[in-house]
């Protein structure tokens, strides 16, 4: 085992392999307060990537209802059972890893779900009190007050990925251009052991073609400088893709994805004690029980819902958070333009891609309208 460094752990940890960072890494963003769970984003890869035969389950982008929504069937419950319950002390992380809590010959922890548990992709959609199981049963926990909120998942290209430190075939590798993460199909066997090591569970099994499979990021696009389909496809505008530095000393308070995750730390990532240190980062919802978000996304949460309920009188904030769906080209920097009250996007060239009005304008409707002879009860 290497020592590499964990910034999202606030400490170094262990992992089989030394550290390796990309020159620049591809992330993106999801504002969880704005998604409908419309799925558009999953009929956009599934209608791309996976409508092939032994594909049927497949979902490289899914959205779930939670707390009682999950796909594969309770993946995030049971590793988090697995590990058990261990403790932050501010922003540094106590507990062990699914690289540290290993068994012997074990160089991941992990669990390889049923296949019976991908058969339910939307299973509990829009439950708030319990959910319903394939096989008829309830899942049972205690009552909880009436919230929910949709999460949308992809592949984390994480730094350290769970399964590229379990694969024995050495098939899958972070491009050192963009930090995607990929399976060499050629070298793949089947073994299924990057499937039990991912937490996420976004590696899959392809039970026809008998190799494992994963979101590529819509690498294709990627390379062109254009956001990846879940992105321009989202109908919330919940989504955005940028590059974020990897080296943690020269961190760009005008690059959006800096912004987000190291200067105001509003955008956290999905249940970042695994280890794996992703790369998607997560508004969180801010209408949801604390305790239960702080288990998601770690402690940074009370403040990432401060700022965003403050966004509308940080201007600054709300440039960042405007440009969410105003653009197909991956956004570099931005800017708030104080003359036109607009926020600005620019490419790593530094051409401007977009620009957004930060008020929404307003238009005022005659309560009685001429023409008609009707009422409008709304007339703004």
Same mark, same amino acid.
């Given at each position: ?30 504002d ?9 984003c ?8 996976? !409508?092939?035969?032994?594909q ?18 309770a ?15 501010? #922003? ?49 926990g ?10 949308p998942?992809?592949?984390n ?52 073609t ?30 955005i ?84 769906g105003?653009?197909?080209?991956? #956004? ?12 600005? !996007? ?10 957004v009005?930060?008020?929404?304008p ?14 409008l009860?709304?007339?703004?």
């Amino acid at each position: 085992m290497a020592t590499v460094k964990n910034w999202q752990l606030g400490r170094d940890m262990e992992y089989p392999y030394e550290g390796n960072r990309p020159k620049q890494q591809i992330t993106m963003f999801f504002d969880l307060n704005k998604c409908i769970a419309c799925q558009t984003c999953t009929m956009a890869c599934k209608t791309t990537w996976t !409508s092939g035969k032994g594909q049927e389950a497949i979902f490289w982008n899914n959205v779930e209802s939670k707390p009682y929504g999950f796909y594969p069937l309770a993946w995030d419950v049971k590793i988090l059972d697995i590990l058990g319950s261990q403790p932050w002390s501010g #922003s540094t992380y106590k507990g062990k890893t699914i690289f540290e809590d290993t068994a012997m010959e074990e160089k991941v922890r992990g669990f390889l779900p049923d296949e019976m548990d991908y058969m339910s992709p939307n299973l509990g959609e829009d439950e708030a009190i319990r959910i319903q199981t394939t096989e008829g049963d309830y899942i049972k926990g205690p009552t909880h007050k009436n919230w929910g909120f949709y999460l949308p998942r992809i592949c984390n290209h994480c730094t350290y990925p769970g399964c590229l430190a379990a694969c024995p075939r050495k098939a899958i590798y972070k491009r050192q251009e963009d930090g995607i993460v990929l399976i060499d199909q050629s070298k793949c066997r089947g073994y299924r052991e990057c499937v039990k090591a991912c937490p996420y569970k976004k590696a899959y099994y392809n039970n026809t073609t008998r190799v494992s499979e994963k979101c590529i990021s819509c690498y294709p696009k990627i390379e062109k400088g254009e956001m990846s389909q879940c992105v321009t496809n989202c109908i919330g505008r919940i989504r955005i893709q940028a590059y974020k530095s990897t080296d943690l000393t020269k961190i760009r308070k005008n690059n959006v994805a800096d912004f987000l995750v190291h200067v105001r730390k509003i955008a956290l990532p999905l249940y970042p004690q695994f280890g794996t240190e992703p790369n998607n980062y997560y508004i969180p919802p801010i209408h949801v029980d604390l305790a239960y978000l702080t288990q998601m996304f770690g402690p940074g949460v009370e403040n990432a819902i401060k700022q965003y309920r403050n966004a509308g009188k940080d201007k600054e904030l709300l440039s960042a958070l405007i440009l969410f769906g105003n653009t197909e080209k991956i #956004s570099d920097t931005f800017k708030y333009d104080e003359k036109t009250d607009e926020a600005v !996007s620019y490419d790593t060239e530094g051409r401007e891609i977009v620009r957004v009005p930060c008020t929404e304008p307003t238009y005022i409707r005659k309560v009685l309208n001429a023409k008609t002879g009707a009422f409008l009860t709304n007339n703004s």
